[in-house]
């Protein structure tokens, strides 16, 4: 169930708030992710088979694109057996497509007819693409270093752009300006709804391999990946299903790296970084509105966090493409990060690839 994290009010579905009405709280899963084996509903399509750990309102809608069941695909790498699961090849080519299809549910039951969202450009894309599969009016913020394709791809889907100037962070004042004048914030940073949508990467990998992976490397911005798996793995873990969590390894630009300094800092909350730019630009977010949340998770399986200098992010896209898999800059951060880990990792290992890299041309 879905609660504030300070007042623990149950979210509100009129008016769609992205903070609690009451106390100004974050949203979140406050008791974790109710998940029961004997729910799943095996004739569902993709991430729909275990709709009941979404904690839809009654009645709300199935909007979906056919996202999930992406392939898991395996690999030598620095010696080791690794699987490489490719959210690249969800809908719109990212990992996102998970939660804004579980968002974009909540916000048709809402009854909401428009929304704004801010993005550096993946978030952007999927959800403009699943408002427009729920015929909602969608205006999205974007910084203005965005790449060509995902500013294409955003406003091919019908969705009005704003460009922003400045740093990331402009474009997030930007909407909230638009929030102050009563626009429903569809903010895949702020509101919890889709981390129950990307919690399905834990089901699928338990499906896939039939054991728990002792390692997960994925990169990290706002860390709604990484929150949404750990959620995953600890819904499983609680019914049984799982006896261990994996260690989740959180991967960021060395430029941009609040969560990375916190951890070596033993800081229990992200240190805000300054926003310099890099090349993976859907991790340069210098504030993780969930932070807390993420590092806690991290500690709590035994996981660190790891930083990749500018200079091997290329490298670690073009050995991923020697492979046969093209992603963007963002998740050629995990080879780098394997490079740096891999002699302390126990088999098997899993790694993220949150986008496509058609994105990025």
């Not at 969800?90 to 990992?95: E, H, I, L, R």
């Not at 930007?174 to 929030?179: D, F, M, P």
Request: net charge negative; charged share 15%.
């Amino acid at each position: 169930m879905i609660t504030c994290q300070e007042c623990q009010k149950p979210y509100p579905l009129e008016p769609f708030p992205h903070l609690c009405p009451s106390c100004g709280g974050l949203f979140g899963f406050g008791d974790g992710i109710s998940y029961s084996a004997d729910k799943i509903e095996s004739d569902l399509p993709g991430i729909w088979r275990y709709r009941h750990t979404f904690s839809l309102p009654q009645g709300a809608p199935q909007i979906t694109l056919g996202e999930g069941n992406t392939p898991l695909l395996w690999s030598r790498v620095f010696g080791k057996e690794v699987g490489f699961k490719l959210e690249s090849l969800n809908p719109t080519g990212s990992f996102k497509d998970r939660g804004a299809a579980v968002l974009v549910s909540w916000l048709a039951a809402a009854g909401v007819q428009e929304a704004v969202e801010d993005s550096s450009g993946n978030a952007g894309a999927s959800f403009a693409a699943y408002a427009a599969r729920a015929e909602i009016k969608a205006k999205i913020f974007i910084p203005s270093y965005a790449s060509g394709p995902k500013r294409s791809q955003i406003e091919s889907y019908g969705a009005e752009v704003i460009a922003v100037p400045g740093p990331r962070s402009k474009a997030a004042e930007a909407v909230l300006q638009e929030v102050k004048g009563g626009a429903p914030y569809a903010s895949h940073a702020f509101l919890p709804q889709g981390t129950a949508g990307i919690a399905t990467i834990a089901y699928e990998l338990i499906q896939q391999m039939g054991q728990v992976p002792s390692t997960i490397l994925l990169p990290v911005g706002h860390g709604s990946l990484l929150l949404g798996i750990a959620l995953g793995f600890q819904a499983l873990k609680q019914t049984g299903e799982i006896d261990r969590l994996p260690m989740i390894i959180g991967i960021q630009a060395a430029v941009c790296a609040p969560l990375y300094q916190a951890h070596v800092n033993e800081s229990p909350e992200p240190i805000t970084a300054a926003e310099r730019k890099t090349i993976a630009e859907g991790v340069q977010i210098s504030n993780p509105y969930h932070g807390k949340e993420v590092l806690r998770a991290v500690e709590a399986c035994g996981g660190k966090f790891l930083v990749v200098e500018e200079g091997e992010i290329t490298n670690g896209q073009e050995r991923l493409a020697e492979r046969g898999v093209h992603v963007e800059l963002t998740s050629a951060l995990i080879w780098n990060g394997l490079e740096q880990i891999h002699q302390d990792c126990s088999e098997p290992i899993v790694c993220i690839l949150t986008g496509h890299g058609l994105k990025g041309v």
